[in-house]
């Protein structure tokens, strides 16, 4: 592997990294409930997130390059097919799911998909038999490409959620890059977008009705 493609696959690696343990932490501090709770009409909650990185780690990172996890993992199980759980199933955790085991799990994927990193050079070739053709033959540069954005996209999902929960917002507690407006200027500038988003409505209106 050349010096470049070294330094491609370590700053590939290093943003899929963070984008882990910002899910993860999204998670601290919060009840059993309030891990779980859905808080979009689709039922998104935080666990469920979790959950569902752990089948993403194992499928791009495992089973796309022939390096299956040797540990069974109740929720994945590629080689039942599609159709062998319900719709969503990886999206949520059963009462009797514990956090550890979904968090534990989802860690131990990630420390898999890591080895499968380190082992591959970049253009190493996998099979990614839900993509179509001809994009399913796929090189670790472009899993790699496609886990940081899926990653950094529940991420995103994370941190609404996290906000709905509790009101705590930005990648970690205290983050600077987050203005520290408090309370009260975190309320005037809602209701500042608000009133920018009635005003924009009504315009719109307006205009259509000629």
């Known amino acids: 592997m050349t010096e470049r493609d070294a330094g491609l696959k370590a700053d590939l690696h290093r943003y899929l990294r963070e984008a882990r343990e910002a899910v993860l932490g999204k998670l601290d501090g919060l009840s059993e409930y309030d891990v779980r709770r859905p808080l979009t009409p689709t039922g998104t909650n935080l666990l469920g997130l979790v959950k569902h990185l752990s089948v993403v780690e ?14 069974p993992v109740a929720w994945f199980r590629p080689d039942l097919g ?4 319900e719709p969503n199933a990886d999206m949520w955790a059963t009462a ?7 968090v534990g799990t989802y860690r ?15 253009d190493a070739a996998g099979y990614v038999p839900w993509w179509p053709e001809p994009h399913a033959g796929a090189t670790l540069h472009r ?3 496609h886990l940081v954005a899926e990653t950094g996209r529940h991420a995103g999902h ?5 906000e709905l929960v509790d009101g705590a917002a930005g990648q970690f507690e205290g983050d600077p890059r987050l203005p520290a ?11 500042r977008v608000e009133r920018a988003a009635q005003e924009a409505g009504r315009a719109a209106r307006e205009a259509a009705r000629g």
Do not use: M, N
């Open 181 to 191: 407006l408090g309370e009260a200027g975190w309320k005037e500038h809602r209701a």
């Open 82 to 85: 599609p159709d062998a759980f």
């Open 158 to 162: 994370a941190d609404v959620v996290r």
């Open 96 to 102: 009797g799911e514990s956090r550890e085991r979904i």
């Open 143 to 145: 899993v790699l490409v």
């Open 108 to 122: 131990a994927a990630c420390a898999h998909g890591d080895a499968t990193v380190e082992a591959l050079d970049l």
């Open 58 to 71: 194992l499928l791009y990172l495992g089973f796309v390059f022939g390096r299956h996890y040797p540990e």
